[in-house]
């Protein structure tokens, strides 16, 4: 075999790498902007439940169990949740009974957090 006869072979199997190579650092920014777009919902959310929007709005207690109802829908997040939800649980809904709205949200997602 002359020096030719590999053109073809190593220009395929240039080819073939650098589209896989085109697919991997695809895959790997769809990822990292999906990794972004969480942390900044989350984020949203939290501010959502300590009773402000970023522009400094006041929420009403609906809004504010309706947050920490989302809470329960960042498991990768739960070592921050719990925490957050143990200090409205031990703290402001200490005194209210457990069907009001706001502490029904924290124990809601208080146990489907731990549960994963």
Known sequence: MTMTDWVPFVTALL???????????????QRLLERNNRVAQFNDVLDRVA??????????????????????EFPEYKELALPIINHYLMGITAGRPDDSLFRAALLYSKEKLSGS
């Open 51 to 72: 009773g402000r929007t970023l522009e400094g709005q006041v929420l009403v207690d609906i809004q504010q169990a309706a947050a920490v109802y989302q809470l329960s």
């Open 15 to 29: 080819a073939i790498a650098a589209f896989v190579f085109s697919v991997y650092k695809y895959t790997d920014t």
